[in-house]
């Protein structure tokens, strides 16, 4: 199930200007992993689900993700 752009969007709003996620983020291969990687390195669910919302934009949207 394709979600919309602007749930997608809405979803990840509240990290986008986390330099640590969004390098975290960069880094991971799929959502999954880039939620396992922020748990890891901060210790936080909430940023590690918006984290993982923000890898869902990049493989679903690119383009819009390279905008962020």
């Known amino acids: 199930m394709t979600r919309s752009l602007e749930e997608v969007k ?3 709003r509240v990290i986008l200007n986390d330099e640590v996620v969004k390098n975290l983020v960069d880094k991971s291969s799929s959502p999954t992993a880039a939620f396992e990687m922020i748990v890891a390195e901060t210790g936080d ?3 590690a689900k918006a984290g993982r919302w923000l ?3 990049r493989r679903d949207y690119f ?4 905008k962020m």
Do not use: G, S
């Not at 383009?63 to 390279?66: I, K, R, S, T």
């Open 63 to 66: 383009e819009e993700y390279q």
């Open 55 to 57: 890898a869902i934009l």
């Open 10 to 12: 809405a979803r990840c």
């Open 45 to 47: 669910q909430a940023r």
